[in-house]
Structure formats: C-alpha cells, structure tokens
C-alpha cells in the first residue's frame, strides 16, 4: 500500500447524496478514502440502501483493493439512520426500562438482521455513556441508565448479542459523555472529575465492554483537565487514548473519532488539525462526515505530517494492520445478504412492536391511566432536532396524531412556550373530559414544563383527568406536581405513539420501570 491508501484506510467520510456523486468518487478515486459512513438523509428506502451499499463496495474496493467499513449510528430510539420502511427498534434507556438482558439480546439481534440485508458492516452502538446529568442534552435516554451497573450489564448484553451475529459494533463516547451539560457537536464539553473518580464511575462501563469483546471505541471531544492539562479534547489526548485506554483497560481494538467536523473540533481546533493530533494520539479511524473541503485539507494534512515525522512510523504502520484486521473479521457482513420473506420481516416487526410496549413506564408503577372520556384534548410540542446526533423526526405532531387515533381534540405548542404563548393556550381550551400533555425535553426546555402545570391547575379546576406523556427523556414526569398521571413513551415515532394510545385505550398496563 502506497502512503495515501493508507491514510484512506484510516478515514471514514459521508456523502451528501442518495448516489455517489462527483465529490465521492473524487475522494476515493484521488484520496483513496477507504470507508464511509451513512445517514438517513442517505437512504430513501431499504431497496435503495442495499443497492447504494452494494455500489459503495464495489467502487471503493475497485479503487482502493480493500472493502469499506459502510457504518451507520443505528442505536435506536432518537438515533436511528435507516428509513422508515426498515425496522427501528426503541432506545437504550427504553429497552432497560423492560428490565430485561433478553429484550436487549433481541433488539440487537433484530438490529443486525436489517443492517445484514442492506449490507451495512459497521454499528456505532452502543452508548457506554453513565448519563448521571439530566440535563445532558445530547446522552439523554440514549444511555442506558444513570448508573454503572445497570450500563454495564445491558450494554455488555448488546455488544455481545452483536458479536454472535457477527456485526461489528462501537461503544462510545470515550471515557464519557454522560456527564455532560453541553453537546459537543455544538461546542466544546469540560468534565472536572480526576482519574480515581473516572475509575470509579465512568470508565467502568468502558472496561467490562472491553472484557465483553467490543472490537471498536468511540473517542469524546470533551476536555478532562485533571487528566489532560493540555486544553484538548480526549480526541486528541495521547494521554487518555493510549496512556488510558490501550495501556490502562488493556484495549486492543479500534479506536473510532467522533465526527471531527463537530464543533468541538472545528471551531476549538480546526478540522485539518484534530485530525493529525488524533492521529498522533493513536485513533485509528477518523469519521469526517459530511462534504465539504475539510475533507481534503484534512488528507493533505495527515499525509504532510507523516512526511515530516510528526507520527510514530511503527505505531501508524500497526493501525493499518489493526484495521486490514478487522475489516477481515467483519467487512463481509451483509455482502451477500438474500432477499428476506415477508414473514421473516413480519416477525421482526411484530418483535419490534413488542419491545416498544415493553419499554412504556408508568409514573408510579401499575397504576391505571384514568379513560379519557369522549372529549380528549392532546396538547404537545411540535417535533424538533433533539440534538445534533437525533435525526429529524419522521412524524411533526404528536398532538395532532394521537388526536387522529383517539378521537379528540389536538393543539401544538412551542418547543419552549413562552409565559404570553402559554396564556394563549389557556385562552383556547375547549370543553374537554382529559388533557393529555406530550412533553419533548421539558426538562431542558422549561416553558413545556410550566404549560403543564398551568394545564394541571385547570384540570383539577375542571375536575377532570391530567396525563403527561414524555416523548423523549423521563425526567419532564418529576416536574410536574402531584395530581397529574404520567407515562414515559421515550422516542417521538409513530411506532411510540401507536403504543401510548393503546395503553390510553386501556389495552395494556406499562411495566417498564423509570431510572431513579
């Protein structure tokens, strides 16, 4: 392999397209980028993402000798890439909330079969992340649960579920996440805890996943100054990628960036430049994921300081052996998947549909939501980008939906209503027998957490029933004051909403149980 493949061999890029357009191919064809990674706005349809996949292949391989790493962040939940008419299964944290190792088994296996069909060979799941700050606006009930234990024993369940299926999977956000109150796609996180803590806590998730097998890890680009003085990002910290994670957890597997076109990087850093210190910090494969000249500058870069000895030869040459490796181990899955019956895919559906009512959770466990009389009023937030690693929701209301399924009334709210939009509201209720409330991140956007109670205070004026249901994180349930009922759905989807309204029509009793 000349310099530049091997530099290609070490880049994962995107593509802005539902084809491979000209930019593409040129980073291929002149750069010899080796992998790519896949987001929904890539994929029309499961048809289409198979024979997309299968182009990918063969012209990487044609132009590079090696088959690409095709990656996708399919975790479930609010982060989910594949298209609608594919299978898209709950959340972590809603998955634990069934408390069952064998709903997360199945979940992944459920996973692996739809990535299998269309040929993707990469997973960055699981979230390894201990998401202990509620109001962490990116992690969320994208981890688990809020404590190590329970992050540990699902997670570990998942990775190895994978593993039997042979998909490879990726944990992330090395060495956490979790404790966080900023996005680092947005900005550039801090944690202030030292290595004793971090041992005690974070990066316990971390180590059993490395004894689970987990073949690739997810580097964060957050600052940890009593670990790394140097005011750069785990990313870029030697010291925390290979003092802590090669040599200290004994990590032999990939290490994966985050994408490096975050702004934690590129405003803090610049592209181009992260890349070659997270290079030289010992990442092995670079994410740089949408299109735009950052992706050649950032070649240019890492080709220019190789020449001038910026990197340790021998450890580069290793990081190119590690990933020949794997992708031997793990590039094929899917190559030659055959088209699935209608009942196989039937039965994933109805599995899937059943993990989703698995995950519901009560407020206060096995208490009965009242029935909502012949006058329900549904009251939520439109549908908004959570975060910069949700995708955009398929379904824009979730008032006016569950008002379609129920038979009742429907107003749409502000993502965070302010004291004069909440008064209007109150100005339009209707004549009503329940109100039901959807909440999206109320926790953090506190105006839908004040509605509600406003919308309490009339309830129990008009002596009627109060429900909120909370799309996204749990946390907006303990918020509202007593007297109103609450149900967490977890995820803004159809597949969410169709299972609230059956509990709402009194078809089943959630046995999910909320994280403390």
């Known amino acids: 392999m000349t310099l530049k493949e091997k530099i290609g061999q070490k880049i994962s890029i995107g593509i802005a397209g539902t084809s491979m ?6 980073m291929v064809k002149e750069y010899k980028a080796g992998n790519v990674i896949l987001f929904r706005h890539s994929l029309i349809d499961a048809k289409h993402a198979k024979q997309f996949c299968k182009e990918i292949r063969e012209f990487v391989f044609g132009e590079t000798g090696h088959y690409p790493f095709i990656s996708v962040d399919q975790e479930g939940g609010t982060v989910v890439r594949l298209p609608q008419d594919m299978i898209n299964i709950p959340g972590a944290m809603a998955l634990a909330a069934s408390g069952s ?3 997360i088994t199945l979940s992944a296996r459920i996973t692996a079969a739809e990535l299998r069909r269309v040929g993707i060979n990469m997973n960055l799941s699981p979230c390894l992340d201990i998401n202990c700050n509620r109001d962490n606006p990116v992690i969320g009930n994208r981890s688990y649960a809020v404590d190590t234990e329970n992050v540990s024993l699902y ?6 579920a994978y593993e039997e299926e042979g998909l490879m999977s990726c944990g992330k956000h090395f060495p956490g ?3 966080t109150n900023v996005d680092s796609h947005l900005d550039l996180p801090l944690i202030d805890r030292n290595m004793e803590e971090m041992m005690e806590r974070e ?4 180590k059993l996943a490395i004894e689970a097998g987990i073949p690739a890890i997810m580097t964060a680009h957050i600052l940890f100054p009593k670990i790394e003085q140097e005011k750069i990002p785990a990313t870029m910290s030697r010291k925390i990628l290979q003092g802590i994670l090669r040599e200290k957890l004994g990590f032999k597997g990939m290490i994966l960036s985050d994408c490096m ?4 990087i590129k405003d803090f850093y610049g592209v ?20 735009s000249p950052f992706m050649e500058e950032s070649f240019i870069a890492i080709n220019k300081a190789y020449e001038e000895g910026l990197f340790d030869a021998n450890e580069f040459e290793q990081s190119i052996e590690r990933i020949i490796n794997f992708k031997k181990k793990y590039v094929n899955f899917g190559k030659d998947s055959d088209v699935e019956s209608l009942e196989e895919l039937d039965k994933r559906k109805k599995q899937n549909d059943d993990l989703t009512r698995s995950s519901l959770a009560l407020l206060r466990p096995g208490e009965k939501l009242p029935p909502l009389g012949g006058k329900p009023l549904f009251i939520g937030s439109v549908a908004y980008r959570s975060s ?6 398929e379904v824009t209301s979730f008032a006016r939906r569950l008002a379609e399924k129920l038979s009742g009334n429907f107003i749409e709210s502000p993502v965070n209503p302010t004291p004069e939009e909440i008064k209007d509201i109150l100005s339009k209720l209707p004549e009503v027998s329940s109100i039901i409330l959807g909440t999206a991140n109320g926790h953090i956007n506190r105006g839908q957490i004040d509605l509600g109670i406003e919308l309490l205070k009339g309830a129990d004026a008009r002596k009627i029933p109060f429900i909120c249901l909370a799309l996204r994180n749990p946390w907006d349930l303990y918020l509202i004051p007593e007297g109103s009922y609450g149900m967490a759905v977890w995820e803004y989807t159809e597949k969410a909403f169709d299972a609230a309204a059956a509990v709402l029509r009194g078809e089943f009793t959630p046995q999910g149980r909320l994280p403390c």
Not at 261 to 264: E, P
Not at 272 to 291: M, N, P, R, T, Y
Not at 388 to 393: C, D, E, Q, R, V
């Open 261 to 264: 076109m975050m702004n934690a």
């Open 388 to 393: 910069g690693a949700a995708g955009k929701p």
């Open 21 to 26: 357009n000209d930019h593409f191919k040129k």
């Open 155 to 160: 997670s570990s369940a998942l990775i190895k």
């Open 203 to 206: 990066l316990i998730p971390f």
């Open 177 to 179: 996440h979790g404790d």
């Open 272 to 291: 181009a430049k992260g890349c070659v210190q997270a290079v030289s910090a010992g990442v092995d494969l670079l994410f740089i994921c949408h299109e």
């Open 101 to 103: 190792t064998e709903n």
